[in-house]
């Protein structure tokens, strides 16, 4: 090892969660140390257009509740959400914001006043009520994330950026111990610390086309199972159904257009004029996100197109209210405010991910996850439109907490680690795993389309050591590519925004719970309850 660094609290990852869980811990007077593999501001916390839901926490508001929420949760989860954990994070929702803006982040006010009014609240697909704050217009993750990066910097938080995070080490017990990384210049160095959260963000590059930056690359999902953690709910991948298509630019990261634009009043047409929710659902174009992605692919096939159209052409002042959307549009040529807009679906948000509670805690003594690597309950098997920015503030300071609390009782121990050598492990290449992705376990998946993936997957993988940041992402995406594959695979329904052609029905006897997956010492992915699913590498 060339170098070395320690702390009470190792955090991998800078965006909503990774950042709160910093502030709230060094409150808590715990030594911190934060690891991003690009710069502090990178990730997907500031692509976030919609907003953060949240209920008035006076709960004065005749139209909206905290039992609405939970409810509305609960819907668009399709019975697989932990209740009570989806009561506990959305409860605590109200105090999250009020320390957020306590740290400095300024939401858009209703009506004229700009300084003293009421937050202004919107409303998006699967909510009831308007208890979307916002920011900007639509630009609340990159507000949500100025104001945490100003306030770790502002409190000397060390951040380490440009640090790849390669294996976490475990001690005594299988106790976590801190992790192997690499600097900007790829020399390896150990990080010593007796917890670890995992904040690291989505699996977007898993596939061709995302709403996801270059960083989301599932290593927390990978650095996990390879610690003995299990996943769940991996099969989850939500489509958001508007991204702005641009013909032969249907690869990497897509402008998003967000959720809030249906929300103000626009609708959904194909390319013949027709409405596409209409006699889909109750809730029409504000129907949850599974059941739009699922109703734009569908419509997409049967119009012979590869888009569909969103109409906001009627929103008054939609440059002003939407300026990130307007931007995104002006630059593809588009006048959203006097012609349609082409969108179709692309990969998202990860509902599933690291096994853990509440508060942050994993099966693995010292690691903690919070944020999209995490599986709380909360989602089940489809997000309800800006929970997640909530369940990142949330969650990512309970973590912290829950740390200080399981050191001051001597739950967690400091253990010393020998010398560590950068571990090898199966490879993909990235461009040919997008594609067999993209191809297989999108919006509509099979048996014979997964099982092809799989064997396309193991066909092409080699093993190499992780001496590279790119190696490292791609050890990663391999991993959690076969990994969410098997749940797929497992799960022979069709629920939430898991859609199998083959089972198109939603299976409540069998399938009205989780899928856990875990490796063993040989590399074995387990599912609890049904043993093997497949091997990983």
């Not at 300024?106 to 409303?123: I, K, N, Q």
Request: aromatic fraction near 4%; proline fraction near 4%; hydrophobic fraction near 45%.
């Amino acid at each position: 090892m060339t170098w070395e660094a320690g702390a009470d609290l190792l955090v991998v990852g800078t965006g909503v969660a990774g950042l709160t869980a910093a502030l709230r811990a060094r409150e808590a007077g715990l030594r911190v140390l934060v690891v991003s593999k690009d710069s502090v501001s990178a990730g997907n916390t500031g692509w976030a257009q919609g907003g953060i839901a949240v209920v008035r926490p006076d709960e004065l508001d005749p139209g909206d509740s905290l039992h609405k929420h939970v409810e509305d949760t609960l819907t668009a989860g399709v019975g697989l959400c932990a209740p009570e954990a989806v009561r506990e994070i959305l409860a605590d929702g109200a105090e999250a914001i009020g320390r957020l803006r306590a740290a400095g982040a300024e939401f858009d006010r209703a009506g004229s006043d700009a300084v003293g009014g009421a937050l202004a609240r919107t409303r998006e697909g699967g909510h009831q009520a308007f208890r979307v704050i916002h920011a900007g217009g639509d630009a609340t993750g990159a507000e949500v994330q100025r104001a945490l990066v100003a306030a770790v910097r502002g409190g000397g938080i060390p951040v380490l950026e440009e640090h790849c995070v390669v294996e976490l080490l475990r001690g005594e017990g299988g106790a976590i111990a801190g992790a192997l990384a690499m600097d900007s210049r790829s020399r390896p160095g150990v990080l010593h610390a007796p917890a670890v959260l995992l904040a690291t963000g989505g699996l977007g590059q898993l596939y061709a086309a995302t709403t996801n930056p270059e960083v989301s690359t599932a290593d927390g999902v990978a650095l996990a199972l390879r610690a003995g953690a299990g996943v769940a709910d991996l099969e989850f991948v939500q489509f958001h159904p508007t991204v702005l298509y641009a013909a032969g630019e249907a690869r990497g990261r897509r402008p998003l257009v967000t959720e809030a634009v249906r929300g103000e009043g626009a609708v959904l047409l194909d390319v013949r004029g027709d409405r596409v929710m209409d006699g889909v659902h109750p809730l029409g174009d504000l129907a949850p996100r599974d059941v739009v992605s699922a109703a734009i692919t569908r419509r997409a096939a049967e119009t012979g197109a590869e888009h569909v159209f969103l109409d906001a052409t009627g929103i008054p002042g939609f440059a002003e209210r939407f300026p990130t959307v307007h931007a995104s549009c002006r630059e593809a040529g588009i006048d959203p405010s006097s012609e349609p807009i082409p969108v179709a679906s692309a990969a998202h948000y990860s509902c599933g991910g690291v096994v853990s509670d509440v508060d942050g805690r994993t099966a693995v003594t010292g690691l903690y996850a919070a944020g999209e690597v995490a599986c709380t309950g909360l989602h089940g098997a489809n997000r309800l439109a800006s929970n997640s920015l909530l369940e990142g503030l949330v969650v990512g300071g309970r973590a912290a907490s829950a740390v200080a609390k399981d050191l001051g009782r001597g739950l967690l121990t400091r253990s010393s680690v020998g010398e560590v050598e950068p571990p090898a492990f199966a490879v993909v290449e990235r461009d040919l795993l997008q594609r067999t992705m993209s191809r297989h376990a999108g919006i509509g998946r099979s048996e014979d389309g997964m099982a092809e993936a799989s064997a396309v997957l193991d066909r092409n993988s080699v093993v190499r050591p992780l001496r590279t940041r790119q190696a490292v992402e791609d050890a990663s995406l391999t991993l959690t590519a076969q990994a969410l594959l098997a749940a797929a695979r497992l799960r022979e329904e069709s629920r939430g925004c898991h859609r199998r052609t083959d089972f198109p029905e939603t299976d409540d006897l069998r399938w009205r719970r989780s899928a856990v997956l875990r490796l063993d010492a040989s590399g074995w992915l387990f599912h609890a309850g049904t043993g093997i699913a497949r091997t990983a590498a």
